[in-house]
């Protein structure tokens, strides 16, 4: 199995930006398909960002088009999410999950058994 730990969370301003990472560990990252999921308080969790295992294939959320970028960099088994024009609706815990199923990532939660921890993401407006 793979081990996934999130970091790079952190309390900001809105309009500042962060960049995520998501470190994975037991098994290479070009073997999972990606994604990034969050949670606001309160709320259930929801889709954010999917990468393919190459890495060429991606999609975002509709709320954060334009504003998040998903990339990974498989040698060095990171997949990171550079997050701009942060809103305060945007605060959640920020979750990295691994799809060993597909080459593909998906908007689907049920498509990823690996989760890691999650990093907290407040942005105070």
């Known amino acids: 199995q793979v081990q996934l730990r999130e970091s790079g969370g952190g309390s900001v301003q809105a309009g500042d930006s962060l960049r995520l990472s998501c470190a994975a560990s037991?098994?290479?990252?070009?073997?999972?398909?990606m994604g990034w999921f969050r949670q606001p308080p309160g709320k259930e969790r929801e889709f954010v960002a999917h990468?393919?295992?190459?890495?060429?294939?991606?999609q975002y959320a509709d709320s954060v088009k334009g504003r998040f970028t998903i990339s990974r960099d498989n040698p060095l088994g990171t997949m990171f999410l550079q997050m701009n024009s942060l809103q305060s609706a945007y605060t959640a815990t920020y979750y990295c999950?691994?799809?060993?199923?597909?080459?593909?990532?998906?908007?689907?939660?049920?498509?990823?058994?690996?989760w890691g921890q999650g990093t907290q993401v407040t942005v105070s407006s």
């Open positions: 999950p691994a799809n060993e199923h597909s080459q593909y990532g998906s908007d689907w939660q049920g498509a990823y058994r690996y």
């Open positions: 037991g098994r290479a990252l070009g073997a999972f398909a």
């Open positions: 990468i393919s295992v190459s890495g060429a294939t991606v």
